[in-house]
T-cell receptor, first 112, second 114 residues
């Protein structure tokens, strides 16, 4: 059973059409939830870290929120350059280490 | 260095051959991770290094896979007797310590096994 589930798998938006991406998790003892952006042919690039329920972080058109079971990445008035795959990862203690576990990502395409 | 460097960026090999993938992390980063990303799949954890030690190698899919890290810096992932199902992008990441910390990824090594 996946510990991190992202939805939707793919999302197509028109420029300016706001929406949200979801990341639900089932780990215990969450130490951190991370959002990354991945462009084709590149490695994931860090966006946000959230540590506790109720926390919010913002960067340009993106806002990440966290509850005890899920995180949302809200995209306000997206632009074509926001097109990418967005990955969510959680870190929780497991056998003495904190290996980040990633979801499968949401592929976002923003049409001009 | 300024970022995480991986080589080769692309590798095409024949089934049964051995391959070596190299990762040069950010200078001073003690933690190093290898992940594998297949088409349409998420990042699959392979192995984690803290310094030169590998406290967690639970993600290595078979004994054909091995990795080492020397001098607390460069890491090499070796795949012996490659199979077609090994085809994927192999990503390396480093962070300045263990625990809940941001990972900085390299661009990956794309492996194609014919």
């Amino acid at each position: 059973e996946d510990q991190v589930t992202q939805s939707p798998e793919a999302l197509r938006l028109q420029e300016g059409e706001s929406s949200s991406l979801n990341c639900s998790y089932t780990v215990s003892g969450l130490r951190g939830l991370f959002w990354y952006r991945q462009d084709p042919g590149k490695g994931p690039e860090f966006l946000f870290t959230l540590y506790s329920a109720g926390e919010e972080k913002e960067k340009e058109r993106l806002k990440a929120t966290l509850t005890k079971k899920e995180s949302f990445l809200h995209i306000t008035a997206p632009k074509p350059e926001d097109s990418a795959t967005y990955l969510c990862a959680v870190q929780a203690p497991s056998g003495g280490s904190y290996i980040p576990t990633f979801g499968r990502g949401t592929s976002l395409i923003v049409h001009p | 260095g300024a970022g995480v460097s991986q080589s080769p960026s692309n590798k095409v090999t024949e089934k049964g051959k051995d391959v070596e993938l190299r990762c040069d992390p950010i200078s001073g980063h003690t933690a190093l991770y290898w992940y594998r990303q297949s088409l349409g799949q998420g990042l699959e954890f392979l192995i984690y290094f803290q310094g030169n030690s590998a406290p967690d190698k639970s993600g290595l899919p078979s004994d054909r896979f091995s990795a080492e890290r020397t001098g607390g810096s460069v890491s090499t992932l070796t795949i012996q007797r490659t199979q077609q199902e090994d085809s994927a992008v192999y990503l390396c990441a480093s962070s300045n310590k263990g625990g809940a910390n941001v990972l900085t990824f390299g661009a990956g090594s794309r492996l194609t096994v014919l």
